[in-house]
Structures are given as structure tokens and as C-alpha cells.
């Protein structure tokens, strides 16, 4: 089993940052991606960033030139920096850990509690 824990959601102004981690334990060894998503009440969740053991990432369009997803293998960490926040951006965020194929289609078997991100006009 894995079991991935967030941390570093909170309450901020538009324009402020924010960074979340999420740490991954358990049975890891078949997990080679890991990714941040969203969720506002009433939508689907939504792809933030994700990023591969091998440093390959791929962000949505909301996030690119404003959020950074990074990992440390020895830590076992996936982090997202988010600059430049608006308050669209407001949404419980879920780290989420999988496999990569090798066609590079990502596949999330495993996700976390969420962790609220919140940023007021």
C-alpha cells in the first residue's frame, strides 16, 4: 500500500505564493509519477502538473509560467510551488502518485487527503 500526506495549503492574497508538499511511503517501488490535482465543489478534478522519476512534466495551461512541480527521489517528496496565485485558484489540491507507461501515458492509482489552497481578491 501507499499512502501519500500534503501539507502547506492555507489562505493567501491574490498575488501571494504558496508551496505543498506531499511525502509518499509505503510500497513505492512501482511509482515513477506523481502529480498535483484540483477540485472545486460541483467540478471534476482537474491535472495541475505531474511530473516523472525521470524529471518529464507536463502542467495545464491555468498553471504553466506560474506553478513548479519538483520531487526528491530520496525523499520521496513531490512539491508544487504556485506564484503569482489568483483566486480562481482556489480548490482543495490532491497530490496523486502512479506509473508512466512506456508510451508516457500517466496512470494515478494513488492519492492523498487534499489540502486546501484558498487566495482572496
Known amino acids: 500500500q501507499v499512502q501519500l500526506v500534503e501539507s502547506g495549503g492555507g489562505l493567501v492574497q491574490a498575488g501571494g505564493s504558496l508551496r505543498l508538499s506531499c511525502t509518499v511511503s509505503?510500497?513505492?517501488?512501482?511509482?515513477?509519477?506523481m502529480g498535483w490535482y484540483r477540485q472545486t465543489p460541483g467540478k471534476q478534478r482537474e491535472l495541475v502538473a505531474t511530473i516523472t522519476s525521470g524529471g518529464s512534466t507536463i502542467y495545464a495551461d491555468s498553471a504553466k509560467g506560474r506553478f513548479t512541480i519538483s520531487r526528491d527521489n530520496a525523499k520521496n517528496t513531490v512539491s508544487l510551488q504556485m506564484t503569482s496565485l489568483k483566486p480562481e485558484d482556489t480548490a482543495a489540491y490532491y497530490c496523486?502518485?502512479?506509473?508512466?507507461?512506456?508510451?508516457?501515458?500517466?496512470?494515478?492509482?494513488?492519492w492523498g487527503q487534499g489540502t486546501q489552497v484558498t487566495v482572496s481578491s
Open positions: 509505503g510500497s513505492i517501488f512501482s511509482i515513477n509519477a
Open positions: 496523486a502518485a502512479g506509473r508512466s507507461d512506456q508510451r508516457g501515458s500517466l496512470y494515478f492509482d494513488y
